[in-house]
């Protein structure tokens, strides 16, 4: 009896052993980003907009928009900085359906609160 339980177990961590198979790859999945640096007019003010699309390496699909907008006084300096976050869920989103709609959206706001020149 203790044979077979010994054998039982033997067979066990042989068999686990092949399945574990150490020689899989593992698959990275980098993201690929696109930047896109302006200036805009806010007012007084002006706008220096960076903004960064981050795309899944496997699907191709866009995961996260990041917007940061330097408010630059006349003189140049950097009065203050915001960078805000989307992450995006494709058309089935509540907000927005793409990172361009949410670049657009966001600028448009800080240019009404800050003086829209236009």
């Known amino acids: 009896m203790k044979k077979l339980f010994m054998s039982v ?3 066990a961590i042989m068999s686990s052993a092949a399945l574990a198979n150490p020689g899989a790859k ?3 999945n980098k ?10 007019a806010a007012g007084q003010y ?3 907009v960076t903004e960064e699309v ?11 928009c990041k ?7 006349s003189s140049g300096q950097v009065v ?3 960078v805000l976050y ?4 494709g058309e089935n989103d509540m907000f927005y359906e793409t990172c361009s709609d949410f670049f657009r959206a966001t600028i448009k706001r800080y240019q009404d609160y800050y003086g829209n020149p236009h």
């Open 80 to 82: 203050d900085t915001h």
């Open 46 to 48: 002006n706008l220096r």
């Open 9 to 11: 177990v033997a067979v």
């Open 31 to 40: 993201a690929s980003e696109t930047t896109t640096v302006k200036n805009v």
């Open 67 to 73: 917007l940061t907008m330097n408010l630059v006084n």
């Open 26 to 28: 593992v698959i990275e």
């Open 54 to 64: 981050e795309k899944d390496a496997q699907s191709k699909k866009v995961t996260r």
């Open 86 to 89: 989307w992450n995006c869920y």
